[in-house]
């Protein structure tokens, strides 16, 4: 098996901010004594720590924090690493009086614990971390927040701040910009000025009510996702949203992520659960008549709507929701077929998220756990090594996660980056040694015996809501004229002109152009600015002077003024623009 290259720069990195967030703890101490200590983790784009205090804390009170982490930060203070045994780490955290770091001592249940030590402040910690805090360069405080202990509503809730760390002013400073314009691209926000969806309390949390608007992009996405399918040879099949408790019984769903599904639904004395996964369907479809080698790959997808517990606590709008419709495919295969289908999947990939603007990546792929797994040396080497072979044909980079594939097999990942630098899971492409074997899948091979097949699962837009809410962000709500929901305003300036309007309406409709007519009783200028506010990609002003002329005064949202158009022209200039990416 080719040799596999891990990128340390991330690991570094990590090692900074998990060695800011102890200045933060250090900082927190200072400032309330009786402080006592959470967790602080490196995250993606920064840190955080927990903490219970006597008195809340709000944003303002972070320049006073920041202020005692610079102090500390000049001081040059070393980190210094020191194991005790188990009674003795016991006894330390007793004596700082730390109630969940002595909780945190028994969870682990180790023979020997790490402290780390800088200046007069103790954590307990695995580490790494950087040698002196002078290695810190650029750091800033983000934001307080509240925190469940150990993320169960059963547990207090802390309080928990945020920040960032990165190796120059200069980065850190690029970061501050991007969060800036992150907010004012807030999906949540947008989808509410925009009226594009809604969550409702009535129907509860997690679960979305898509709006007309938002539906229209929706079905312009599904549409596109239906027809770029059937030309890959995919099969389209429809699967129930419940199903038999011996189904995710035999799956192994019962086993090993039922804290992730709702509670049964007891029917005719049986219990059915809501579905989180589209998976058994698929294969029980395939089990439905015995195959041949000769009928695969056999390739199913489908956009199946999916039910996941999420803790109230991590909800966020379109991002992390309970009720969602996945973007799922299975295909299954023969050995000798893997590489030829994982090639397959990947440009597929590549071109549909370039459709809709996405044309930078990240892949990351995910090897064997070292500590369980099910499957065999054999299908392990031969599922990496399709994985590795196929993103070196295609000339792609790759980082390795080293022993992070699922315990059922390895995978390829995919990270889009949005127009701000922002980077977003969406792809996944995955092996399954463990449901064929479960699910007893077989197909006829070349000498007429059973054989196994090799089972691919693969999502290319992940689900549909939270690839939604990444659209809304990327283009800040200005959608591309072919996923504008609505392409085309048409402002009469008095009645006397809503009779060529509406020609106008009917001549565009002809052509397949989503339009409306502003037919309020405001004053132009008004509709104009109405246009403007909810990001609709053409206005078209009718007044006398169109009227009389049989023309129209065309405005491009993203070019300005377009001045007197033809109809004809109108349309020859919309279908040069109303492509995908």
Aim: net charge neutral.
């Amino acid at each position: 098996m080719p040799q596999l290259n891990v990128v340390s720069d991330e690991l570094k990195l990590s090692t900074l901010r998990h060695s800011t967030a102890h200045i933060l703890a250090q900082a927190v101490l200072q400032l309330y004594p009786t402080a006592k200590l959470g967790i602080g983790p490196a995250i993606e784009n920064g840190f955080y720590y927990d903490f219970e205090l006597e008195t809340s804390l709000s944003d303002d009170d972070l320049p006073k924090l920041e202020k005692i982490m610079k102090k500390i930060i000049k001081e040059k203070q070393l980190f210094a690493k020191t194991d005790f045994p188990k009674k003795e780490a016991k006894d330390l955290l007793k004596k700082m009086d730390q109630p969940y770091k002595l909780e945190l001592l028994k969870d682990l249940n180790l023979s020997m614990y790490s402290f780390y030590k800088n200046g007069p402040f103790t954590d307990l910690c695995r580490g790494p971390h950087i040698a002196n805090t002078s290695e810190i360069k650029a750091f800033k405080l983000l934001k307080v927040s509240g925190a469940y202990w150990k993320g169960s509503e059963k547990n207090k809730m802390l309080q928990r701040i945020y920040g960032t760390a990165f190796d120059s002013k200069e980065e850190l400073q690029r970061y501050l910009t991007m969060l800036e314009e992150a907010k004012k691209r807030d999906h949540r926000t947008l989808g509410v000025e925009l009226d594009l969806f809604s969550v409702n309390s009535n129907v509860g949390g997690g679960l979305i009510l898509w709006h007309p608007r938002g539906a229209k992009i929706r079905y312009i996405v599904e549409t596109l996702w239906h027809r770029k399918h059937y030309e890959r040879g995919y099969e389209i099949l429809y699967s129930p949203h419940i199903g038999k408790h011996e189904l995710w019984q035999l799956s192994g769903h019962l086993e090993n992520y039922k804290e992730y599904m709702f509670s049964p639904i007891s029917i005719d004395d049986q219990d059915y659960y809501t579905k989180p996964m589209n998976c058994p369907f698929h294969i029980l479809t395939y089990q439905s008549k015995m195959r041949s080698y000769r009928q695969l790959p056999i390739k199913y997808a489908e956009l199946g709507t999916v039910y996941r517990y999420e803790r109230s606590g991590v909800l966020h709008g379109l991002m992390r929701v309970r009720g969602f419709t996945q973007d799922d495919a299975h295909i299954i295969c023969t050995p000798d077929q893997v590489e030829d289908e994982i090639t397959d999947v990947l440009t597929f990939c590549i071109e549909i998220l370039g459709l809709f603007g996405f044309n930078t990546f990240k892949l990351f792929i995910s090897t064997r756990p070292k500590e369980k797994s099910v499957g065999n040396d054999f299908q392990w080497e031969l599922a990496t090594s399709a994985l590795i072979a196929t993103v070196n044909k295609l000339n792609l980079k790759y980082e390795v996660d080293e022993g992070g594939g699922a315990f059922y097999g390895p995978k390829i990942d995919i990270k889009i980056q949005d127009a701000i630098g922002r980077e977003w899971q969406c792809s996944t492409i995955q092996f399954d040694f463990n449901l064929p074997e479960k699910f007893n899948m077989h197909y006829i091979n070349k000498e007429g015996e059973k054989a196994t097949p090799v089972m691919i699962h693969r999502a290319l837009l992940g689900s549909l809501e939270r690839f939604f809410g990444i659209l809304i962000e990327h283009y800040a709500g200005k959608f591309p004229l072919f996923l504008a929901p609505i392409q085309i305003v048409l402002l009469p300036i008095k009645d006397s002109h809503m009779c060529y309007a509406e020609k106008v309406l009917s001549d565009l409709k002809a052509y397949d152009y989503r339009v409306e007519i502003d037919s309020s009783d405001e004053k132009i200028g008004y509709k104009i600015r109405a246009a403007i506010k909810q990001k609709v990609p053409y206005m078209i002003i009718i007044g006398d002077k169109e009227v009389e002329t049989n023309q129209l005064s065309v405005r491009s949202r993203d070019k300005g003024e377009l001045g007197q158009l033809l109809f004809d022209d109108l349309i020859t200039h919309l279908k040069q623009n109303n492509k995908q990416q």
